[in-house]
């Protein structure tokens, strides 16, 4: 099928039963991307994508739900847009994906503190909610002609900062928006899964921004200590797999070593590197999900905490039990 054969349109209301369709194929996909990983299960990553429990539990909630956000008659729903990717034969008429965005109107920010803090004037700024495409329409320019599509029905100045959200396991993804010109501005960590066997998952936040005036972000510090990366260097001396082995909190430099992994004319080397600047411009690669990196980082303190607990019942279990007698006030007064 050509892309010639698409269209794109906004949602309607005789839409809604095909668009939950593809809404939980886009939780199945990420269900398929997390389960080597984790125990989870579809609810929890419809919970965590598409509507809250009471919507998903009660009949007809989802139905109502997404009628709400098509006709906008929720104050929370007045700046949301979605759009339709559909695909046309001369027998059928299929949904092949969708396009969820949200203005955000500019505000003005108050920075600093006291009188002296200077306001500054941020925004408009264009949050891409949700893209997704059916695996049987992949390859085939929807995703592109989606995005196409939005940022036509956009004002100037709306488009000009376009952010969204990408799981950091779904590299097909994060390959498909670095291409289009995003760079990465931050990690965000949310939880998924039951509250007291939660499991954490890593949300790399990306940007396009049209004057390509981007801050180098503060990603990473001293929780990726000893994970592998593969840097390909910017000035084109070669890619390198190395280990992180320190971190400059002032200068917030990262310190690596190649020894066992990779060599440079023969030898092993060190080097510092601005990891942050070198990620963000997509100059590394880490050869474990950040996703893994951080529940590593959460397990650790899960035990941390379970010891700690555990070493004050132990000391609670040791300390003398006093009778009912003595801790009577006619006791303590004999």
């Known amino acids: 099928m050509s892309r010639d054969s698409v269209t794109v349109g906004s949602l309607e209301l005789g839409d809604v039963n095909d668009f939950i369709a593809l809404q939980d194929m886009f939780a199945r996909d990420h269900l398929e991307l997390t389960a080597p990983i984790y125990e989870v299960t579809l609810r929890d990553w419809q919970l965590n994508l598409l509507c809250p429990v009471h919507i998903l539990q009660e009949v007809g909630g989802r139905?109502?739900?997404?009628?709400?956000?098509?006709?906008?008659?929720?104050?929370?729903?007045?700046?949301?847009?979605?759009?339709?990717?559909?695909?046309?034969?001369?027998?059928?008429?299929?949904?092949?994906?969708?396009?969820?965005?949200?203005?955000?109107?500019?505000?003005?920010?108050?920075?600093?503190?006291?009188k002296r803090g200077k306001a500054t004037i941020q925004g408009p700024w264009l949050q891409v909610k949700q893209v997704f495409v059916r695996k049987d329409m992949r390859k085939r320019g929807c995703g592109k002609l989606l995005f196409e599509s939005m940022l036509k029905s956009l004002r100037p100045a709306e488009k000009a900062d376009v952010r969204l959200s990408v799981l950091d396991i779904n590299t097909a993804a994060m390959e498909w928006y670095r291409s289009s010109g995003f760079v990465v501005t931050g990690l965000s960590?949310?939880?998924?899964?039951?509250?007291?066997?939660?499991?954490?998952?890593?949300?790399?936040?990306?940007?396009?921004?049209?004057?390509?005036?981007?801050?180098?972000?503060?990603?990473?510090?001293?929780?990726?200590?000893?994970?592998?990366?593969?840097?390909?260097?910017?000035?084109?001396?070669?890619?390198?797999?190395?280990?992180?082995?320190?971190?400059?909190?002032?200068?917030?430099?990262?310190?690596?070593?190649?020894?066992?992994?990779?060599?440079?004319?023969?030898?092993?080397?060190?080097?510092?590197?601005?990891?942050?600047?070198?990620?963000?411009?997509?100059?590394?690669?880490?050869?474990?999900?950040?996703?893994?990196?951080?529940?590593?980082?959460?397990?650790?303190?899960?035990?941390?905490?379970?010891?700690?607990?555990?070493?004050?019942?132990?000391?609670?279990?040791?300390?003398?039990?006093?009778?009912?007698?003595?801790?009577?006030?006619?006791?303590?007064?004999?």
Not at 74 to 103: N, P, W
Not at 229 to 237: E, G, L
Request: proline share 2%.
């Open 63 to 114: 139905e109502r739900h997404v009628a709400s956000m098509v006709r906008r008659d929720d104050e929370c729903f007045q700046r949301l847009h979605i759009l339709k990717a559909v695909a046309k034969t001369v027998d059928s008429r299929l949904l092949a994906g969708y396009i969820m965005f949200q203005v955000h109107e500019e505000k003005r920010v108050k920075r600093g503190r006291g």
């Open 189 to 334: 960590l949310d939880r998924i899964g039951e509250r007291d066997d939660y499991n954490v998952i890593v949300y790399q936040e990306m940007r396009l921004l049209r004057d390509n005036a981007t801050s180098i972000p503060s990603i990473f510090r001293g929780e990726v200590i000893r994970e592998v990366i593969r840097i390909d260097y910017p000035d084109k001396s070669g890619t390198f797999d190395v280990r992180i082995v320190g971190y400059d909190e002032k200068e917030r430099w990262h310190y690596v070593d190649s020894r066992g992994l990779s060599q440079w004319e023969g030898e092993n080397f060190t080097d510092v590197v601005n990891l942050n600047e070198f990620y963000r411009n997509g100059f590394v690669e880490f050869k474990r999900h950040l996703s893994l990196v951080h529940r590593d980082v959460e397990l650790s303190k899960r035990d941390v905490r379970r010891a700690k607990v555990e070493a004050r019942e132990r000391a609670n279990a040791k300390r003398p039990r006093l009778t009912k007698r003595q801790r009577s006030p006619e006791a303590r007064h004999e």
